[in-house]
């Protein structure tokens, strides 16, 4: 009898985007504080993985001076 081949397991095949909150909202533009609560970055330090879809990247590019981005 022949061995039967069992699938892997799903593995996610999609790039992700690692931001990292490294300076102060604070006397920043509302719209700039908007755009940091989209990103789920609420505290200094805090990092949060999103997709890496042009969306996220223009988020990205508009706070890109408080962020630190790498990949997860």
Same mark, same amino acid.
């Given at each position: 009898? #022949? $061995?039967?081949? +069992?699938?892997?397991?799903? /593995?996610? $095949?999609?790039? #992700?985007? !690692? %931001? $990292?909150?490294? !300076?102060?909202?604070?006397? +920043?533009? /509302?719209?700039?504080?908007?755009?940091?609560? #989209?990103?789920?970055? !609420? *505290? @200094?330090? /805090? +990092?949060?993985? *999103?997709?890496? $879809?042009? /969306?996220? !990247?223009?988020? @990205?590019?508009? %706070?890109?001076?408080?962020?630190?981005? #790498?990949?997860?």
């Amino acid at each position: 009898m #022949g $061995t039967v081949a +069992t699938p892997k397991s799903k /593995q996610s $095949t999609a790039q #992700g985007v !690692r %931001v $990292t909150l490294m !300076r102060s909202p604070i006397g +920043t533009p /509302q719209s700039h504080r908007l755009v940091l609560r #989209g990103l789920r970055l !609420r *505290h @200094i330090r /805090q +990092t949060a993985v *999103h997709p890496d $879809t042009p /969306q996220v !990247r223009g988020l @990205i590019k508009k %706070v890109g001076y408080l962020l630190e981005v #790498g990949k997860p």
